[in-house]
């Protein structure tokens, strides 16, 4: 007797070894990597998402090999666990505060988006810099958040790396006494907020490159170790700082300690 393959179950896994081989596919990437219809690879992927092997990143769509999945193969990508973990949470926040948030986490000298909930905030207008977009760590909300959250020892070898650089948007680390206060002030309030001069360009001042926009930030602890930050951010000349903190800084909490709890478990 002949067996015949499950055909159904064939094609699933085609898929699944399909996401796992690029780490993040779009609908369009799988249709080319498998020759199946789209049709036919939304429903597969509908029933690997509801399997809980595989999810859907905000920022672009893509699908990605979930957490538990890839403990299980033992291809686990820290990453892309903290972006799974962030983005149920990331999807709510939105819907309760209506304006866009970033995850973002450090890269030595800088931080680095990994997801956003842009594509389904309300102002949708407000577009969010791409994945891996490099955000300044000592300008930005978010990079403000991690140096002032993170172990001593980190933040000195973060601000060695910065006082080292000839970036016009690291010169700030070498003035020690204006860092103090960030790191005071930061610390003190919970969030961190943007330099005033800051409109979003890495190295120009907000008098050259603004944005329009401005964004406050709270770091993501796992335990006693802070894995990143998430920030809110919203047009500057519909609100204050004080205002937005003072609406929306208590379900942002929530959100990041959401997320922590998370990915501890």
């Known amino acids: ?3 015949k393959i499950v055909r159904a179950l064939n ?3 085609d898929v699944l070894e399909a996401i796992q081989a690029s780490k993040a596919a779009s609908l369009h990437d799988l249709h080319l990597a498998t020759t199946l219809p789209k049709p036919t690879l939304l429903r597969i992927l509908k029933t690997l998402t509801g399997r809980d092997l595989v999810w859907q ?6 699908y990605i090999a979930s957490y538990t999945f890839s403990k299980r193969a033992g291809a686990i990508d820290e990453e892309a666990h903290f972006a799974e973990a962030a983005a149920p949470v990331l999807a709510d926040l939105c819907r309760k505060v209506r304006w866009p948030s970033i995850l973002a986490v450090p890269r030595l000298d800088h931080m680095a988006v ?5 594509p389904m905030s309300y102002f949708n207008y407000i577009l969010s810099p791409p994945l891996g ?3 300044n760590m000592l300008r930005s909300a978010s990079g403000r958040t991690y140096l002032s959250f993170c172990s001593p020892k980190e933040r000195a070898a973060i601000l060695a790396r910065l006082r080292n650089s000839t970036r016009p948007g690291d010169a700030m680390a070498r003035n020690a006494a204006k860092i103090r ?3 005071a002030d930061t610390r003190r309030r919970g969030y961190g907020t943007r330099d005033a001069d800051f409109g979003g360009h890495y190295d120009h001042p907000r008098s050259r490159t603004d944005d329009g926009r401005n964004s406050i930030a709270v770091p993501v602890h796992v335990g006693d170790e802070i894995v990143g930050c998430v920030n809110l951010t919203w047009v500057a000349k519909v609100a204050s700082v004080r205002v937005i903190a003072e609406r929306f800084l208590p379900e942002l909490g929530k959100a990041a300690s959401t997320i922590g709890h998370r990915m501890s478990a």
């Open 1 to 3: 007797m002949t067996l």
């Open 114 to 118: 990994i997801e956003t909930n842009q």
């Open 11 to 13: 094609r699933g896994l």
């Open 181 to 183: 206060q960030i790191i």
């Open 133 to 135: 977009f490099r955000i």
């Open 57 to 62: 990143r905000m920022a672009d769509g893509a």
